[in-house]
């Protein structure tokens, strides 16, 4: 039996798509097709239904992951324990973290890494969603909340602040805001409600239930770029925000809001030497930039 068509079958399983599972395996859909079809005739059973919404395990499916996990599970072990293993960092690891925190925070240092480990390809999925670890579309996750069950390792990386924040041009064209009163009547921007991807992202119901919206988008990155605009007034992390000029810190002092990004990789490949050097130095890049994540109270001008 032919070991790459298991791996195929691993990844759709996981996936649940031909086209997520060609992107795993960096191969055409159109390949992941036939290998699936290749190994059903070798077993001589159907292992997925194909449905409108992907592909599905069928019980037969079902019966043989397990199976091919301890395959593969045995062949990380054995590939790291080889000589080659020592020679230097190699392979492919990918990275999942939200989109704000993913780009401004941790691409920079990630590429640098890259640079230093040649045979190392570093994928980084800075994306406003929730990247699944369990379906396998990142090999370490950064996620806003901790994962709640699961054969994985976690760790607490960092808190991180979110604060008021309105341009300058915005500010000199509507009313001063001193109090929490004062904002009504104001314009926000925020996320689309229903399209929330973690409960932590509701901070601002937790200060004022704006009247009305000049934007509301899924991406923290188009909500820093409407504010800039003047557009309105947004909560947005520090990180982010304290990098522009243009922006002023409203209600300094009583608009702040604390979360944390949660670190997990599978436990099954944490002792990989390409998984723990990425998840090292994760931990370590995080730790050199703990004063832009939790930047000191300076009053209503940026750091």
Known sequence: MDWDNLRFFLEL???GTLVGAARRLAVDHTTVARRIQA????IGSALFSRESDGHRLTEAGRRLQPQVEAMESAFRAVESAAPAASEGLSGLVRIG?????GTVVLAPQLALFAQQHPKLVIDLLAMPRLVHLSRREADIVISLERPARGPVVVTKLT???????????????HGAIRTREDLRGHTFISYVDDLLFSKELQY???????DSFALRSTSILAQHQATAAGAGIAVLPAFIAERDKSLRRVLPGEAN?????????PAET????RMKAVWDFLK???????TVLLPPERGGEPA
């Open 39 to 42: 190994l059903e005739k070798e």
């Open 13 to 15: 399983a996981r996936t």
């Open 270 to 273: 944490r002792h990989l030497a």
């Open 204 to 210: 601002l119901d937790e200060l004022y239930k704006p």
């Open 97 to 101: 973290a939200t989109e704000g925190f």
């Open 284 to 290: 370590e890049t995080v730790e050199a930039q703990r």
């Open 159 to 173: 808190d991180y602040v979110l604060r008021l924040y309105a341009s300058k041009q915005y500010l000199a064209t």
């Open 257 to 265: 809001f604390i979360r944390t990004f949660w670190m997990s990789v």
